[in-house]
């Protein structure tokens, strides 16, 4: 297979959909042999892995002649919080609250202050001016995580309000992001995916698709599904418009996802346990559930 994907983000997938059910720790070696199945080369991953472990996503422990990764806290927080939001298959009700966001950072950490838009964006907050971010989301726990993780308490303001006009909240939405356009994302990609799920289900049926294909096939699927994270806010029902594709989109998701599972995880247990043999699943882990991943690019 062509190597089309970024090495450091699809460790942040394997993380997320696999590793941290099995223990949230894996021999270098096993996940070199993971992430051949994608054309990413040992080199490759080795230096994918020492940034990471630089940026505090992941530690590292030596055992013997082996090294071993697993997530660091920091890390462990973020899947979890991505895979609240990726595996919503409906979207939540509205408490009708806006959260608003207002920072005036120095020019001197402008690099804090890049960083902490990206963060915004990815938890879900939409722009109002340059400096003023909005979300109809209960997202308390993330903002006041990030104001804590980058150091900037005397830099914001953070309300919790109702809009009282002059317009509807919806307008508030067309300000922050472009729906229509996510929409079209979210088209592309039921396009593309209904029809590789008809011919993956088949396969699967007649026994012609290998634990290894299955195991590709998932890890890929789950990969770009969640590069909606990064442009989907997850908005409440009622702020949404009426021909809404983003429910559909997560329908097909998980029916795909639930059709691969099985063969993939037996794929992926058998090059990870040869590397960890006494890891055992997570006990609250079920293979036809879902786990997920993400990654800060």
Same mark, same amino acid.
């Given at each position: 297979?062509?190597?089309?994907?970024?090495?450091?983000?699809?460790?942040?997938?394997?993380?997320?959909?696999?590793?941290?059910?099995?223990?949230?720790?894996?021999?270098?070696?096993?996940?070199?042999?993971?992430?051949?199945?994608?054309?990413?080369?040992?080199?490759?991953?080795?230096?994918?892995?020492?940034?990471?472990?630089?940026?505090?996503?992941?530690?590292?422990?030596?055992?013997?002649?082996?090294?071993?990764?697993?997530?660091?806290?920091?890390?462990?927080?973020?899947?979890?919080?991505?895979?609240?939001?990726?595996?919503?298959?409906?979207?939540?009700?509205?408490?009708?609250?806006?959260?608003?966001?207002?920072?005036?950072?120095?020019?001197?950490?402008?690099?804090?202050?890049?960083?902490?838009?990206?963060?915004?964006?990815?938890?879900?907050?939409?722009?109002?001016?340059?400096?003023?971010?909005?979300?109809?989301?209960?997202?308390?726990?993330?903002?006041?995580?990030?104001?804590?993780?980058?150091?900037?308490?005397?830099?914001?303001?953070?309300?919790?309000?109702?809009?009282?006009?002059?317009?509807?909240?919806?307008?508030?939405?067309?300000?922050?992001?472009?729906? $229509?356009?996510?929409? !079209?994302? =979210?088209?592309?990609?039921?396009?593309?995916? /209904? +029809?590789?799920?008809?011919?993956?289900?088949? &396969?699967?049926?007649?026994?012609?698709?290998?634990?290894?294909?299955?195991?590709?096939?998932?890890?890929?699927?789950v990969h770009e599904y969640r590069k909606f994270l990064f442009?989907?806010?997850?908005?409440?029902?009622?702020?949404?418009?009426?021909?809404?594709?983003?429910?559909?989109?997560? $329908?097909?998701?998980? !029916?795909? =996802?639930?059709?691969?599972?099985?063969?993939? /995880? +037996?794929?992926?247990?058998?090059?990870?346990? &040869?590397?960890?043999?006494?890891?055992k699943v997570s006990k609250d882990f079920d293979v036809l559930?879902?786990?997920?991943?993400?990654?800060?690019?």
């Amino acid at each position: 297979m062509e190597n089309t994907l970024n090495t450091r983000s699809m460790i942040f997938t394997l993380y997320g959909d696999y590793i941290r059910h099995y223990g949230n720790e894996i021999w270098i070696g096993s996940l070199i042999s993971l992430l051949q199945e994608f054309g990413h080369n040992e080199q490759s991953v080795r230096a994918a892995i020492s940034r990471m472990n630089k940026q505090g996503w992941i530690q590292s422990k030596r055992v013997g002649n082996k090294s071993f990764y697993s997530l660091t806290d920091i890390g462990k927080a973020r899947m979890e919080e991505a895979a609240e939001r990726i595996y919503k298959i409906k979207p939540h009700s509205w408490d009708g609250k806006w959260r608003i966001l207002m920072y005036n950072i120095p020019e001197e950490i402008r690099n804090v202050r890049d960083e902490l838009r990206q963060e915004l964006i990815w938890s879900g907050f939409g722009s109002m001016s340059t400096s003023c971010w909005l979300s109809p989301n209960p997202l308390e726990k993330q903002v006041y995580g990030l104001i804590e993780k980058y150091e900037i308490k005397e830099y914001v303001n953070f309300f919790i309000s109702q809009y009282d006009g002059p317009k509807e909240d919806q307008s508030l939405i067309k300000k922050c992001w472009n729906l $229509d356009e996510i929409n !079209e994302r =979210y088209e592309e990609f039921m396009r593309e995916y /209904s +029809q590789k799920y008809v011919i993956a289900k088949n &396969k699967i049926e007649k026994g012609n698709m290998t634990d290894g294909q299955c195991f590709v096939e998932r890890t890929i699927l789950v990969h770009e599904y969640r590069k909606f994270l990064f442009i989907d806010p997850g908005l409440p029902a009622e702020l949404l418009p009426d021909k809404w594709l983003g429910d559909s989109a997560a $329908d097909l998701f998980s !029916e795909y =996802y639930v059709a691969l599972a099985k063969k993939a /995880s +037996q794929f992926f247990e058998g090059v990870f346990r &040869k590397g960890n043999e006494k890891v055992k699943v997570s006990k609250d882990f079920d293979v036809l559930s879902h786990p997920l991943m993400i990654d800060t690019e």
